[in-house]
């Protein structure tokens, strides 16, 4: 793995570094605002999950919460649009959840 290909970690992208791309895709742009509508419910009602909470309940009853990358997978699943890029917005707004 080259260190391109590494995924920046939540409190590198927290200074700044990495802003999501621009959106181009209608599709992605109305799958964006379907994953940021989902993440802020599901973090309003204390039920989104940051990677290690995730690990955590891998094995138990996780239906009643949702991870960034479950969210971001749905919206663009549901309009057509890029997860990749979804979730790159998601990250940047919820940085502690990445």
Same mark, same amino acid.
């Given at each position: 793995?080259?260190? +391109?290909?590494?995924?920046? @970690?939540?409190?590198? &992208?927290? /200074?700044?570094? @990495?802003?999501? #791309? #621009?959106?181009?895709? #209608?599709?992605?742009?109305?799958?964006?605002? /379907?994953?940021?509508?989902?993440?802020?419910? $599901?973090? @309003?009602?204390?039920?989104?999950?940051? #990677? +290690?909470?995730?690990?955590?309940?891998?094995?138990?009853?996780?239906?009643?919460?949702?991870?960034? $990358?479950?969210?971001?997978? &749905?919206?663009?699943?549901?309009? !057509? !649009? @890029?997860?990749?890029?979804? /979730?790159?917005?998601l990250e940047h707004r919820w940085p502690d959840f990445a």
């Amino acid at each position: 793995m080259s260190l +391109h290909d590494h995924k920046r @970690d939540a409190w590198h &992208r927290s /200074l700044g570094g @990495d802003d999501p #791309p #621009p959106i181009t895709s #209608p599709a992605t742009q109305q799958a964006l605002v /379907l994953a940021q509508q989902l993440a802020q419910d $599901y973090h @309003d009602r204390q039920r989104l999950l940051g #990677p +290690h909470e995730a690990l955590a309940v891998a094995c138990r009853d996780g239906h009643n919460t949702e991870t960034l $990358y479950s969210l971001a997978h &749905r919206a663009a699943v549901a309009t !057509g !649009g @890029d997860a990749d890029i979804v /979730l790159q917005y998601l990250e940047h707004r919820w940085p502690d959840f990445a």
